[in-house]
Structures are given as C-alpha cells and as structure tokens.
C-alpha cells in the first residue's frame, strides 16, 4: 500500500521512519518533506494545504491513506474535502474533520467545549474589540502573570504571558484592535494562570476507540534554564518521570474519557490524534490546551517508544477497529534535542551546509528545517535536526544525544546543553 505523509517537519520525519517499519507499506511519499525524508521515500513539492495538487498526487501514485502531520491542512478541511470527493473518500485521512480541528483552530471554541463536558481548565473569558473595557474589568480580577492567548492560529507565537497589568491591558488592546497576531486575535481568550508543572499527553482515537500515547515534556524557550523567547521547541523528554500512573489514571478519567465522549456527545466524529498540553498541579491535571495533531519536537521521542506497528495502529483509525490493534511501549526513556539555526527564533540564515550527521550511529537525527541543494543537505528553517537517544535513564539517554551533537556541524549551530534540567 502507498501511503501521503503531508508536512515537511520533524515530526514529518518520525512519521516516515516509524511508518517505514511495517511491512505493510509499499512505498512512502511525502509532501513537501525534507532532506531525511528523501532517503525514506518520495519527496512531492506540493503544499499541503493546495487540496486540488494533494488530490493529484493521491491519484496518479494510487495513495491509499493519507496522513496528516501539522495543523493547517487540518483546520482548512482536508479530511472534509476527500470526504466530499467521490474519487477520494474511500481513502482513510488521519487527522480530523474541520470540526474536530476546531479544537485547535479556536481557543474560544475549545475552551467552550472544556467547561460544557467538565474537563478541568483555568477559568477565562473571550473578548474582541467590541467589548474591550469588559477585558480590562476582567484583567483586574485576575492574579498575575496573565496570560493572553489569540483565538486563531498563530504560528505558535500567539499567546502571551504577562506580569504587569498595565501590560496585559496594553497588549489585549494591540491584539484585538491593532490586530498583532493578524485576523488570529480578532477574539482573545484571557485566562488564569494555571500553577504547576507542564507535559503533554498524547491520545490516538478512532472516534470511539482510543489508545493513550507516552507522555512528554517539551523545551520552549530558546535560552537555558527557560529563559528567552519562546520557540517551536528546543527539546523533549518521554516519560516524564513525575507523570507517574497515579497521575496518568487520572488524566484519563478526568481528562481523556470526557474529551472522547465529548466529541462523540456533539456529533463530532473525530478520526487522529489529540494532544492535551496539561498543567499538573500537584497531582491534579488541568488542561492548558488540545492540539489537533502531534507535537514537535515531541513527537520525535514519543514515536520512537512506541514498539507496535504504527501504520496498523492507523488502519485501526480509519476503519475504527482501534480497540482490536495490540499496543506497546518501550519502558526506556528517549530524549531528543534540536538543533537551531543561529539567531533563532528570530532573523536567521538559511543554506547552510551540515555535515557529520551521518556518522552517527548512537542517536536517531530526523530531521527539521533541512533541504539538498547541489547534493548537499543544507539548513531551511530555524529548527533544523532532532537528536533522540534511548536510554535507562534521562541522564544517559541525553549523554547519547549531546555525544552525537559534538559530530554535527553548520554554521552557526545552536542548542541547548540542559534539556531535561528540571527533571534530573
């Protein structure tokens, strides 16, 4: 069988090496992909949210399930549009329907669907340009920091943690008003700051079935010890050692079972993965927010741990028969770091040649932001590889990836050397 990965990112990658396992598929493409997953299979320069060129390609290459990586397609419809294809919807898409994406595509409306069916999240408020003193009022109610976030999607740049008041109200106003995050933050969603520590939790569901995925802790910020600029992420960890099973059951009850009968309550039939970003408060989960596909660099150490076909697991999916798949996961830890362009996340340069990355032998390299050009693999983005290593123990399995960073070299290469920090 042939099968679409749609994406060009990391988690692209882990997807197409995961995939590449199972004996069930003939041959892999991906759209656009990168310089790693032209080694798996076929890179195809099509965007993924350029419907009518995915549905070409699914036809001349005789695709028989497409799989969905980041969140654009999704919120734009592409499971819709082959549904609505007499020619497509045989043709399993993972990744949900438009009104499952909603749960990442509005904050307002997952917020919504969090308090009408009980899961656990701060209190908040959305407000637009309309009723902006009311935003303000509801500022002064709320201990600092405050946290801003735009309805829409926003690259990952649109939400806002703030200290001062006065700030908060100035950038509530440069959201909604002077429109800072785009057409994004027309409606914002102010919320309280929920305390604790932070990790995600990843679900694959059929739409009445669902399998619960390793849980991971990412790194956001660009400088060490969580200092500087948020970014996509600068490296992840799987387990987390403090999400222990005490936690982790009641994360499903309280938090996964009323999401899955949530959907299925309003008529959402939700087919792929949801990732739950949660706050645990001293053992008690609170939902900070779903995203409607993996995460990256998550992914990258989340797949790996996983020891049953991926590619059956999907077919569970589609034809929801996912409580019949056998399900196992490695009890080793995997860390994974990434490596960043120089001045990352702001102005950087791209086309810069990497070399080393295939001498190692002790660590998985996916890759990010990479291209070939003149038959060489160059950097094209600000995140570029994630190094991932096995290992008993975070502290080894992170001695393995920052061993095979030491071989890799681009100009201007930056990483973090203290992932994991907060956990060893």
């Known amino acids: 069988m042939n099968v679409l990965i749609l994406g060009s990112g990391g988690r692209e990658h882990a997807f197409a090496l995961k995939l590449s396992e199972s004996n069930k598929i003939n041959h892999l493409f991906v759209a656009p992909g990168n310089a790693g997953t032209d080694k798996i299979g076929t890179n195809v320069n099509i965007n993924p949210t350029d419907f009518k060129a995915v549905k070409k390609l699914v036809l001349e290459s005789e695709i028989k399930m497409v799989v969905v990586g980041p969140e654009a397609p999704l919120v734009e419809g592409v499971h819709d549009f082959f549904l609505a294809d007499k020619d497509l919807k045989h043709i399993p898409v993972i990744g949900p329907k438009k009104d499952g994406a909603l749960l990442e595509g509005s904050k307002d409306f997952s917020k919504q669907f969090m308090q009408k069916h009980g899961v656990p999240t701060a209190k908040y408020k959305s407000f637009t340009k309309d009723n902006l003193t009311d935003g303000f009022a509801f500022l002064e109610t709320l201990e600092p920091p405050f946290v801003l976030k735009a309805d829409g999607l926003a690259a990952g740049k649109g939400v806002l943690i703030l200290d001062s008041l006065e700030e908060a109200k100035i950038e509530l106003e440069e959201m909604v008003s002077n429109q800072k995050f785009g057409e994004a933050s027309s409606t914002v969603v102010i919320e309280e700051f929920l305390k604790g520590i932070e990790l995600s939790v990843f679900v694959l569901t059929d739409g009445i079935n669902y399998k619960i995925l390793p849980s991971a802790k990412d790194y956001k910020r660009i400088g060490e010890g969580d200092k500087g600029l948020n970014t996509g992420g600068m490296g992840a960890i799987s387990p987390v050692p403090f ?121 998985i390299v996916y890759h990010a932001g990479t291209t070939i050009k003149d038959n060489k693999v160059v950097t094209n983005g600000g995140r570029v590889m994630a190094v991932t290593s096995f290992g008993d123990t975070i502290e ?28 060893v």
């Open 243 to 363: 999400a222990d099973k005490a936690f982790l059951d009641k994360v499903e009850e309280l938090v996964v079972k009323p999401t899955i009968a949530g959907l299925q309550k309003d008529g959402i039939d939700y087919r792929g993965f949801i990732f739950i970003g949660l706050m645990n408060d001293n053992g008690n989960p609170s939902v900070v927010e779903y995203n409607v596909r993996m995460g990256d660099p998550e992914t990258e150490v989340v797949l790996p741990r996983i020891e049953s076909d991926l590619f059956d697991l999907f077919e569970g999916v589609g034809n929801q028969t996912l409580n019949e798949k056998s399900f196992s996961v490695t009890n080793k830890t995997a860390t994974t770091v990434m490596l960043v362009s120089g001045g990352y996340p702001e102005a950087y340069e791209k086309n810069k040649e990497i070399t080393g990355f295939d001498t190692i032998d002790e660590s």
């Open 396 to 423: 080894e399995a992170l001695a393995k990836s920052y061993r095979s960073i030491g071989k890799i070299k681009f100009e201007k290469i930056n990483y973090r050397k203290d992932i994991g920090f907060d956990l």
